[in-house]
Nanobody, 118 residues
Framework: QVQLVESGGGLVQAGGSLRLSCAAS????????MGWYRQAPGNRRELVADISSEGSTNYADSVNGRFTISRDNTKITVHLQMNSLKPEDTAVYYC????????????WGQGTQVTVSS
């Protein structure tokens, strides 16, 4: 069973920074993609950033240049460094783990609230 434990959410003023972390545990294949999604009230859950075990990254256009995703493959942990935060970044942020290829599995963390005040 795979478990994702998130930390680092909170309240920050516009222009500030937060660092989100997510630790994965369980039987996890070495080839995988970990990332962060977010969902604001009334919106769909959207990809913020992800990173594969090989190091390839993807960023949403809205955060590209402000957020940086990284991972530790030894501890199977992913981090999201969020700088220059904007009120539009306010959302619940969910850690994500994808494994497999022909048979794909998608796991989710419980979500952590990020609130950016103006």
């Amino acid at each position: 069973q795979v478990q994702l434990v998130e930390s680092g959410g909170g309240l920050v003023q516009a222009g500030g920074s937060l660092r989100l972390s997510c630790a994965a545990s369980g039987s996890i294949p070495s080839l995988n993609t970990m990332g962060w999604y977010r969902q604001a009230p009334g919106n769909r859950r959207e990809l913020v950033a992800d990173i594969s075990s090989e190091g390839s990254t993807n960023y949403a256009d809205s955060v590209n240049g402000r957020f940086t995703i990284s991972r530790d493959n030894t501890k199977i942990t992913v981090h999201l460094q969020m700088n220059s935060l904007k009120p539009e970044d306010t959302a619940v942020y969910y850690c994500s783990l994808k494994t497999g290829y022909l048979r794909m599995f998608h796991y989710w963390g419980q979500g952590t609230q990020v609130t950016v005040s103006s």
